[in-house]
């Protein structure tokens, strides 16, 4: 009968007093983790280019350039105008058309790296080659004509006011 041993006993309970809420150390949230492998991404591409651009003197064309590479790993089907599929969205047959990045995926991913770039020191927004007018007219085109090609609309906000009184009378 040599079985008295406490079960549960806690060696030390010094430390009992604070129970701190650990909320998963050295892990980043999605967004942050997608924001620094979007920023590696694309500081691997500006050293594939020939000549390497250095990440001090990168613009929008860049930019540009870039969002265009990542095309050829698109997963998106954009049908050409000219396939019959053209404005389809759910296509019966495979077609030929290429894919690409959905206008979504860059949409985020143009907000990712432009946070990215602030936060890497690149200065005031304004300069951000991210943020450039003509990456937003881009991305507009893009928005667009994925719309059209794969019929599916990208709703907006504000419906346009359809005019009631334009019938000549
Ligand atoms: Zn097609």
């Known amino acids: 009968m040599s079985s008295h041993r ?36 694309f500081l691997q591409y500006l050293k594939t280019l020939n000549p390497p651009m250095a990440i001090s ?3 929008h064309t860049h930019v540009l350039s870039f969002l265009k590479y990542l095309d050829q790993f698109g997963k998106t089907k954009v049908h050409n105008q000219v396939c019959v599929f053209f404005g ?42 991210f943020g450039n007018g003509s990456i937003r ?5 893009v928005r667009q004509f994925q719309a059209k090609a794969r019929g599916i609309p990208y709703r907006k906000r504000s419906k346009r006011k359809k005019k009631t009184y334009d ?3």
């Open 6 to 41: 406490p079960q549960d006993q806690p060696s030390s309970s010094s430390n009992s007093g604070h129970h701190t809420p650990q909320p998963l150390p050295l892990q980043l949230s999605r967004y942050e983790s997608q924001k620094r492998r979007d920023w590696n991404t």
């Open 57 to 59: 003197i990168f613009d």
């Open 88 to 129: 389809q969205p759910d296509p019966p047959l495979p077609c030929t058309c290429p894919l690409k990045q959905a206008w979504g995926s860059l949409d985020a991913l143009i907000g990712r790296l432009r946070a990215a770039y602030e936060e890497h020191g690149g200065g005031s927004s304004e300069n951000n080659p």
């Open 137 to 141: 007219i881009y991305l507009r085109e």
């Open 167 to 169: 019938v000549v009378v």
